[in-house]
């Protein structure tokens, strides 16, 4: 589908969908927004970064709208705060002129507040089990008049010990609703988890990797040190239409898109502390054609138009092969194929052997002809000659109200995550 229209939603939501600026449909959204909207139970295999969360929110948004406001009908169970404040964000800009209203609700603050906005009354409650259990538990949320269920990032909640929650949470609430299951894998207790909560499931899919081996890839050998020059490089001997390019950290993006200006390319960086009229303004310069090039970390290139990208250049190696996907997925998509270049330094040789096995080939290695691949480094050039962080140094993260990268768009997996919901 190439817009929204076809979805026939109500007048209020498509205001949200054009207020967001989303101009076409994410794959999951095509697939899933029918069937949610017809009421069918769904279970979506899809990661963060997808679109999943208007895939359910539109048709939840779209159901609430007509009826009574002011009780609990729709549930959105998450692992993590940061998510659950995620998809109540994007719940609030979908469903603004909607008048509908959604509280979240996890554990780490004080349960007043929560539950005084129960009281007043709500419509969408976003929660993490821990806390939503204390809530049922006390009595402070009535789930009676429950109609639509989501599990998000199931696989996050069992990673997280939390499905024996969720069974609980379950017995709270009406039997007759329909539930939506997201999960990016699908380990055996998800399927479980699925057969034991979903009716006649539509199953919807968006398969990353498969977009990925569409994508012509490689990989450059190069100096930590030289990488820049590489870049530049690469981006005078090649066509490129529309580069999208990433980097560990925002500093690098920042500075890296002012190199790259000064080169004369149009290019915007995009690091997560950006205010958003400044981050809608780069995105809308990218997706129009004002930048070519748009240098960006995972988590701020989240929600990146990609239907354009003609290439994707990893300035840094991901951290994960989940992550490597997940950026080449954004190439490649609309129909022609991408490229996809990797600039690689002795210490991501390990992070090169984990990506060939997940796409179950070898990448390519090149070489940019008369490029000096042995220059020295100038001493004073630290920040680019610093050896990147170890891959395997990353440690779990605790659910905190700062920003982390659990759930940025690199579907990351944290295992052994501590709970606190
Ligand atoms: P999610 O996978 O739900 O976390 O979404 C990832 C990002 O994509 C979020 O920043 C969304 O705002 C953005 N997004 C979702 N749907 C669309 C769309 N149809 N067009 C453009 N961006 C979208």
Same mark, same amino acid.
């Given at each position: ?110 349960? *007043? ?28 949320? !009535? ?51 699925? @057969?034991?909560?979903?009716? !006649? ?6 398969? *990353? ?16 040190? #030289? ?32 190199? #790259? ?11 997560? !502390?950006?205010?958003? !009229? ?47 996907? @997940? ?95």
């Amino acid at each position: 589908m190439k817009d929204f229209k076809g979805f026939n939603f109500r007048a209020d939501v498509a205001a949200g969908i054009e207020a967001a600026g989303y101009t076409s449909p994410t794959p999951i959204q095509a697939e899933a927004i029918p069937a949610v909207m017809d009421g069918r139970d769904v279970m979506g295999l899809a990661q963060t970064g997808t679109g999943k969360t208007a895939a359910f929110a539109l048709p939840i948004l779209n159901r609430l709208a007509e009826g009574k406001r002011g009780q609990v009908r729709a549930l959105i169970v998450a692992p993590t705060r940061e998510l659950a404040e995620q998809i109540h964000e994007s719940i609030e800009t979908l469903g603004k002129k909607t008048g509908l209203r959604s509280i979240t609700v996890y554990g780490g603050v004080n349960i *007043n507040p929560q539950i005084n906005k129960l009281k007043r009354g709500t419509d969408i409650v976003v929660a993490c089990p821990g806390r939503l259990l204390d809530h049922i538990g006390q009595g402070t949320i !009535n789930l009676s008049r429950l109609e639509v269920l989501v599990l998000d990032e199931a696989d996050h909640m069992f990673d997280m010990g939390f499905l024996p929650d969720i069974r609980r949470v379950l017995k709270s609430i009406p039997s007759t609703r329909q539930t939506l299951l997201f999960s990016a894998t699908m380990p055996s207790e998800i399927k479980k988890l699925a @057969h034991d909560v979903l009716s !006649n499931p539509e199953t919807v899919q968006v398969d *990353n990797t498969a977009a990925a081996t569409t994508v012509s890839h490689a990989i450059y050998p190069v100096a930590q040190h #030289l990488k820049t020059k590489l870049l530049m490089e690469l981006l005078q001997h090649t066509d490129t239409e529309s580069v999208l390019i990433f980097t560990r950290t925002k500093h690098r993006a920042k500075r890296l898109g002012e190199q #790259l200006e000064k080169k004369g390319y149009t290019a915007a960086s995009l690091q997560g !502390n950006l205010s958003q !009229n400044r981050r809608q303004a780069a995105l809308n310069g990218f997706r129009d054609g004002t930048y070519q090039i748009l240098v960006a970390t995972d988590i701020a290139a989240r929600g990146i138009d990609v239907s354009q990208v003609s290439h994707v250049i990893n300035y840094d190696i991901p951290d994960t092969p989940e992550a490597y996907v @997940h950026r080449i997925g954004r190439t490649g998509r609309a129909a022609r194929t991408g490229d996809a270049f990797t600039l690689v330094s002795s210490e991501d040789n390990s992070m090169v052997r984990t990506i060939e096995r997940k796409l179950g080939k070898p990448l390519e290695r090149k070489k940019v002809e008369g490029f000096e691949y042995d220059t020295k480094a100038p001493h004073k050039d630290k920040e680019f000659a610093r050896p990147p962080r170890q891959h395997n140094q990353r440690r779990p993260q605790k659910q905190t109200g700062k920003k982390s990268a659990a759930h940025g768009s690199s579907g990351a997996h944290f295992r052994g995550t501590k709970r606190s919901g």
